[in-house]
């Protein structure tokens, strides 16, 4: 029996797969809420993010778990999502709603951390466990579930937007 940060990381495994497809249908039900609701409405940016979001979170769904390489795959989707993102912002993002700050946020959170497990893994395949996984662990699924409540609100729920540009607007 290990610490409690082991046991939660073994808890998170166990259930990894199913959280992913409950993420991916967090999305996919965003982009039909703002799909439905961008019928009456002048901007659809909101529309356009959790459309990227859906796509990107529902073709990880075919990426094969057991590959040695599956860190360093979902690693280069949240970088191709981030780009697209990007891409959208400078061609057809008219507002920028806050939903885009947590989503270039979050996908790069998740990024970094699917790189640090992917070299982690490649470094020392067979190691102990240590507290990046517990990181992992605990960090990823707060993070898929903030991006998608904040698509779905576009509120800046926990002020990060505010922050930032309270701290840019000051130097």
């Known amino acids: 029996m290990g610490s409690f940060l082991e046991d939660f990381f073994w808890l998170m495994v166990s259930i990894g797969q199913p959280f992913g497809i409950f993420t991916t249908w967090l999305f996919?039900?965003?982009?039909?809420?703002h799909l439905s609701a961008a019928i009456n409405k002048t901007d659809n940016s909101q529309t356009y993010l959790?459309?990227?979001?859906?796509?990107?979170?529902?073709?990880?769904?075919?990426?094969d778990m057991y590959?040695?390489?599956?860190?360093?795959q979902l690693y280069i989707f949240d970088a191709v999502t981030i780009?697209?993102?990007?891409?959208?912002?400078?061609?057809?993002?008219r507002m920028i709603?806050?939903?885009?700050y947590y989503l270039v946020g979050g996908l790069s959170v998740n990024a970094t951390l699917f790189l640090a497990i992917h070299i982690d893994t490649m470094?020392?395949?067979?190691?102990?466990?240590w507290w990046l996984w517990g990181v992992y662990a605990l960090v990823m699924p707060l993070v898929d579930i903030t991006m998608a409540v904040v698509l779905v609100t576009n509120k800046d729920l926990l002020k990060l937007v505010w922050l930032t540009k309270k701290l840019t607007t000051r130097s």
């Open 28 to 33: 996919i039900f965003t982009f039909l809420y």
């Open 50 to 63: 959790s459309f990227i979001m859906m796509v990107s979170y529902t073709l990880c769904l075919y990426i």
């Open 67 to 72: 590959t040695p390489l599956k860190h360093l």
């Open 83 to 93: 780009a697209a993102i990007i891409i959208w912002r400078y061609s057809l993002g």
């Open 97 to 100: 709603p806050v939903s885009f």
């Open 123 to 129: 470094l020392d395949p067979y190691s102990e466990y």
